[in-house]
């Protein structure tokens, strides 16, 4: 017997073997989930719809916030909450803090247990100056694949108990997950702990050593996508995040925006 597909039938067949091979996507309590075979994760994600806006995330703040956790504030005041992810140190952090202490802006550094270890000092220089160090995990892993209870607090616990080490103080529980990578039953784990958790509404490709955006790159996401209650998280290992700092703060004081703590994110 000989099957003759027309163009539209052997598209269709595609699409569903594509499907089959690749896996689904589900929404889930208003959260996107992407399952591949038995697992479930997500990856951060944000759609910019209109400059000055906060954007959509892929998970509602609806869902988010029945386990205490966020990506923007209230869009009905010009505040933004200012953090940066740091894995390890790379020359530019006393700058990016001489910078902030000109400007009397908190910021929240997310580190992780090698920063902790190798630059205990620049550590006590952030604590000291009214800065919040975060949980951003000991060692940085993808925390969606942690599937027990155990395991994920192991990375938070460490972190907290090196942390008291260096500066003799209590880790305030704001938690932020590697690479935005997170899953429902993480987000729980964390409030069970105690933790906020916070993703972001506004960054940029600030990360790569060896291609660094140019000032105007770097401005022509940071300013224009600026918006009320903005949880901005740059790098602080970007060579270009430490150039701009200080005429980036200007700007956005001069569009009529502020600077508050993440304690206050709610």
């Known amino acids: 017997m000989i099957f003759v597909?027309?163009?539209?039938?052997?598209?269709?067949?595609?699409?569903?073997?594509?499907?089959?091979?690749?896996?689904f996507i589900t929404v889930k309590n208003g959260g996107l989930q992407a399952t591949f075979g038995r697992e479930v994760s997500n990856d951060w994600g944000l759609n910019y719809i209109e400059n000055g806006k906060t954007p959509q995330g892929?998970?509602?703040?609806?869902?988010?916030?029945?386990?205490?956790?966020?990506?923007?504030?209230?869009?009905?005041?010009?505040?933004?909450?200012?953090?940066?992810?740091?894995g390890y140190e790379n020359g530019y952090t006393e700058r990016i803090l001489d910078t902030l202490k000109k400007h009397n802006v908190k910021a929240t550094f997310f580190l992780v247990g090698n920063y902790l270890e190798t630059?205990?000092?620049?550590?006590?220089?952030?604590?000291?100056?009214?800065?919040?160090?975060?949980?951003?995990?000991?060692?940085?892993?993808?925390?969606?694949?942690?599937?027990?209870?155990?395991?994920?607090?192991?990375?938070?616990?460490?972190?907290?108990?090196?942390?008291k080490e260096i500066t003799g103080k209590d880790m305030l529980k704001i938690y932020r997950p590697p690479q935005g990578k997170f899953s429902e039953e993480n987000l729980s784990m964390a409030k069970a702990m105690g933790y906020k958790t916070v993703f972001w509404s506004l960054a940029y490709v600030d990360w790569l050593e060896d291609k660094q955006p140019t000032k105007d790159e770097a401005f022509s996401k940071l300013l224009t996508r600026i918006h009320p209650g903005a949880v901005v998280l740059l790098h602080s290992t970007s060579k270009t995040n430490c150039e701009i700092l200080d005429e980036l703060i200007t700007k956005w004081k001069d569009m009529g925006y502020s600077f508050k703590s993440i304690e206050e994110l709610n």
């Open 119 to 163: 630059k205990p000092d620049i550590v006590k220089r952030m604590v000291e100056e009214g800065h919040i160090v975060g949980n951003h995990t000991y060692s940085h892993p993808d925390m969606s694949k942690i599937s027990t209870s155990e395991g994920f607090k192991d990375e938070l616990v460490k972190m907290e108990n090196k942390y």
């Open 5 to 23: 597909f027309t163009r539209k039938k052997l598209m269709k067949i595609m699409c569903i073997t594509a499907v089959l091979i690749c896996g």
């Open 58 to 86: 892929n998970a509602s703040r609806e869902v988010l916030k029945k386990y205490n956790a966020y990506y923007a504030g209230e869009d009905t005041e010009k505040v933004i909450y200012l953090t940066f992810d740091a």
